[in-house]
């Protein structure tokens, strides 16, 4: 007759190691506009969202673009493809290009 084998005990968990600090974030847009809610990219534009500030930047071809948002609340962002390829963001009230903001002096 076989008889089966105790079973081993498990080993212990290793400690887990501690996090690494983020490395901090390339600031890119003016510095008076603060830290932004969200930022985000896509191919060679980006862009940071400064909702208290009502701003959005936008960097696209090393150039920094700065638009007024008004009472809209930029929740999503979406660039299309190919030729005249554009930003497009979602709020509240939408899907709007970034052509529909007011451009302001950089």
Known sequence: MNTMEPMKPME???PMEPMKPMAPQ???WPEDLGE???TGAA???RYAYFPQKHRLAVQDGGRVRLFDTGSRHISGFAQSQGHGRSL?????????ELGELKELDA
Do not use: L, Q, V
């Open 12 to 14: 212990p968990m290793k």
């Open 26 to 28: 390339e600031r890119w």
């Open 36 to 38: 932004p809610s969200s």
């Open 43 to 45: 191919n060679e534009a």
């Open 88 to 96: 497009r963001f979602t709020s509240e009230a939408g899907d709007f």
